[in-house]
T-cell receptor, first 112, second 113 residues
């Protein structure tokens, strides 16, 4: 299996621009998670889906953040408009619910 | 959000030494997981624990689920250079539909040549 795939791996953008991060979960996994990692706050869960339906979005920082999962093999996390404080590494993870979550390689976002 | 307390925050050891780290929580979990993260990569699952008191090994790694269900421990025996990285614990209160993990603050392991 290819594992969780994320794109892009690196994104540099200017404040105010829209940013879209993409994720392809492991085939057969019915849970998908979006995390943000910073030195100050560690790994934070932003939102997770089960069978393409958002279950818990309490970690989404504000209305500038939105996430969708149109089908079982694709999800997006969008930030609009982006701000410098959004700079972080964003991870996508998936699981079938039996043996922990499997993480992608992450997208390093820098907002100038 | 909540983070679990891991200690130590960082370790500097020589190759061949054994390593011990732990993770504590103010609330109980019914699943404990240990992950390792290397620079530029996502966390990789090392060991999963599902029962209080459980002791599980994965090669040179051994982890234990504390009997209070509020802590977990990870040991690495005879460390080698590729053990370098950040180790995270994660707790989960598994219930129907709840797949959220709470992560620890991490233990950064450095091996001195």
């Amino acid at each position: 299996d290819a594992g969780v795939i994320q794109s892009p791996r690196h994104e540099v953008t200017e404040m105010g621009q829209e940013v879209t991060l993409r994720c392809k979960p492991i085939s057969g996994h019915d849970y998908l998670f979006w995390y943000r990692q910073t030195m100050m706050r560690g790994l934070e869960l932003l939102i997770y889906f089960n069978n393409n339906v958002p279950i818990d979005d309490s970690g989404m920082p504000e209305d500038r953040f939105s996430a969708k999962m149109p089908n079982a093999s694709f999800s997006t996390l969008k930030i609009q408009p982006s701000e410098p404080r959004d700079s972080a590494v964003y991870f996508c993870a998936s699981t079938s619910g039996t043996r922990g979550q499997y993480f992608g390689p992450g997208t390093r976002l820098t907002v100038l | 959000g909540q983070q679990l307390n891991q200690s130590p925050q960082s370790m500097f050891i020589q190759e061949g030494e054994d390593v011990s780290m732990n993770c504590t929580s103010s609330s109980i979990f019914n699943t404990w997981l240990w992950y390792k993260q290397e620079p530029g990569e996502g966390p990789v699952l090392l060991i999963a624990l599902y029962k209080a008191g459980e002791l599980t090994s994965n090669g040179r790694l051994t982890a234990q689920f504390g009997i209070t269900r509020k802590d977990s421990f990870l040991n690495i025996s005879a460390s080698i250079p590729s053990d370098v990285g950040i180790y995270f614990c994660a707790g989960q209160l598994r219930a129907f539909g709840n797949e959220k993990l709470t992560f620890g603050t991490g233990t950064r392991l450095t091996i001195i040549p």
